[in-house]
DNA sequence: ATCCGAGATCTTGTATACAGTCTCCTAAAG
DNA sequence: CTTTAGGAGACTGTATACAAGATCTCGGAT
């Protein structure tokens, strides 16, 4: 019954609509393998069934659905082995990001990357743990923007994206946060050396995998 | 007035439209910052819109069209400078692809590869360059499906289909074809060594690269 | 009790209709 | 001659309607 035409975004619904379901998703309000009736979400976010059709396809692709012709679109399932596959593509992406935003960057990019890191510092602080993940996110997109690739940017907002939902399922939210991490990175890039850049993202990634490894399976220790 | 419901094929007509209209761009019959009309678009496949606008968000969100909100939808456009990015995402993907699959290999790898290879081999003997390019992308997705990871592969397919459109657009069909570095990738695959899986995925990216490079700036010799 | 099938219901697939917005052309004013 | 207001046409955004297929239910046969 969430009415998306409130709130006056002049944005197309179905973009509306894609990223409400996207967060629906995510959040978990939408369950792994719940079906997505089309008529259903459409009278629930108070649209017609054209937008809705829209969005599922754009999720489908960003692997948030699956849908199989004429059955209909469920929510995708994520097993734990499904989830973890994710860490070693963003090992592989975001470690490209990192090398290339170190190879591209200018005198103003330092500044840049630390203004996001600031925000989602003071995110933390101030409790607002609703936002600190997409702080996070942006600082990874604010990572891919300096490297300046832009179909690597189109592939990272999906997968950004895919790993919130993996932390959510897993109620992984970590807890001293990656903000020591991020910083390290942060300064890798500043100094251009594109090793260490690619070294430390790939490692912020490991730490992230390790944090999943004992929310998923806290008998054993993580063997990374 | 391609007429796409002939053929009998009982597959969603927007998926038929999706690949048809994927296949127009990569083949440049629809050209880089073409208008893509809906009306013009779907009267084109006989189809109505709805097939059309679902299709053009997909390939929206694969990078083939830009959708500019109340304006309209254009094919892509692909600078020198962008196309050559596509090397390095490739690179990083198609090297995890490798160092998995060599990881994840079982005795009946070599074989299901080689026979990829075999296709692709007669296609180039007889001539059929159109499907070689198809086989090509066969191939690599058969490693994808080797590694074993999903979302690895959901990022593979729409990359191979992009890094088509790349050799299109600069008419740089490889001469002696990768078959060569093809089979050494899978010999590495089979073998079950990761690093060198990874290093021959690389290189064969890296030789694609050049043979770009090549053919973009005839000028320079490239630097690798 | 179990299995099968015809009908009803639900859901997706596709087309059409209408409303809103942008573009472009024209024409009048400066 | 340039600029700008206005309006027609073109196109996108959204909703509704209808057709086709899938699932479910319930009665009947084995």
Request: hydrophobic share 40%; net charge negative.
């Given at each position: 019954m969430t009415d998306l035409t409130l709130g006056g975004a002049h944005l197309p619904l179905r973009d509306q609509v894609t990223a409400e379901i996207r967060r629906l998703i995510i959040s978990g309000e939408?369950?792994?393998?719940?079906r997505l009736v089309e008529d259903r979400l459409a009278a629930r976010l108070g649209v017609s069934r054209n937008p809705v059709r829209e969005s599922i396809r754009v999720l489908a692709a960003e692997g948030f659905v699956l849908v199989i012709p004429r059955i209909g679109a469920t929510v995708a399932r994520l097993s734990p082995a499904e989830a973890e596959e994710l860490f070693d593509v963003r090992m592989a992406i975001e470690g490209l990001a990192a090398r290339l935003a170190a190879r591209k960057r200018t005198p103003e990019t330092a500044a840049r990357l630390r203004m996001v890191l600031d925000s989602a510092k003071e995110a933390v602080e101030g409790g607002r743990l609703e936002r600190v993940a997409d702080l996070n996110t942006a600082f990874h997109l604010a990572v891919g923007e300096v490297a300046g690739n832009s179909y690597l940017n189109l592939m990272m907002a999906p997968m950004l994206l895919r790993a919130q939902w993996v932390f959510r399922q897993t109620a992984a939210a970590r807890g001293p946060h990656s903000w020591s991490e991020h910083l390290s990175l942060c300064e890798a890039i500043a100094a251009g050396d594109e090793d260490e850049a690619q070294a430390r993202a790939v490692a912020h990634v490991a730490a992230a995998r390790r944090s999943f490894l004992a929310a998923v399976r806290p008998d054993k220790f993580p063997n990374d």
């Open positions: 939408l369950a792994q393998g719940e």
